[in-house]
């Protein structure tokens, strides 16, 4: 695949989460496309799946935006920084159980990495750092809360 359809394929992508498209974003996926969330832990395999955790993160941040900062294509990989903006309304499901909403506006970059073949994304790994999501909706305090009693 050419870079540019590549860089179309990660665009539409994060164009179809934004818009909370899930049939288009579905159809972007190969059938047994993988899913490797390695912030928590998380790797699922398959269409359904993908959605589910898609979903999830949006039932968490229901206005949850993300925008890619930089791309780079290369040998059918495209790598893109993107910083989600969202705020936590809803119920996180964390690798430590569930975290009710905090109300927390919640900024977090990340770098996402996309295989695509025949036009299909076949794979998908996304690094962002959990603990910061986890302080910022109040799931972990930090010091200063600590000390304050929180």
Same mark, same amino acid.
């Given at each position: 695949?050419?870079?540019?359809?590549?860089?179309?394929?990660?665009?539409?992508?994060?164009?179809?989460?934004?818009?909370?498209?899930?049939?288009?974003?579905? !159809?972007?996926?190969?059938?047994?496309?993988?899913?490797?969330?390695?912030?928590? %832990?998380? &790797? *699922? $395999?398959? +269409?359904?799946?993908?959605?589910?955790?898609?979903?999830?993160?949006?039932?968490?941040?229901?206005?949850?935006?993300?925008?890619?900062?930089?791309?780079?294509?290369?040998?059918?990989?495209?790598?893109?920084?993107?910083?989600?903006?969202?705020?936590? !309304?809803?119920?996180?499901?964390?690798?430590?159980?569930?975290?009710?909403?905090? %109300?927390? &506006? *919640? $900024?977090? +970059?990340?770098?996402?990495?996309?295989?695509?073949?025949?036009?299909?994304?076949?794979?998908?790994?996304?690094?962002?750092?959990?603990?910061?999501?986890?302080?910022?909706?109040?799931?972990?305090?930090?010091?200063?809360?600590?000390?304050?009693?929180?």
């Amino acid at each position: 695949m050419e870079n540019e359809q590549l860089l179309d394929v990660a665009r539409e992508s994060l164009n179809t989460f934004n818009m909370r498209d899930w049939d288009r974003f579905g !159809d972007l996926l190969a059938p047994n496309a993988v899913y490797d969330e390695v912030g928590t %832990g998380r &790797r *699922v $395999t398959g +269409r359904d799946d993908i959605l589910d955790v898609m979903r999830g993160w949006c039932d968490a941040f229901p206005d949850l935006k993300g925008t890619i900062e930089h791309s780079i294509p290369s040998n059918g990989r495209v790598l893109c920084e993107v910083t989600y903006h969202g705020k936590h !309304d809803g119920h996180l499901k964390a690798p430590s159980g569930t975290i009710g909403p905090s %109300g927390k &506006r *919640v $900024t977090t +970059r990340c770098l996402q990495m996309f295989r695509v073949t025949d036009g299909h994304v076949v794979e998908m790994r996304n690094y962002f750092d959990m603990l910061h999501v986890l302080i910022a909706v109040n799931a972990i305090p930090t010091q200063a809360a600590s000390r304050a009693g929180a």
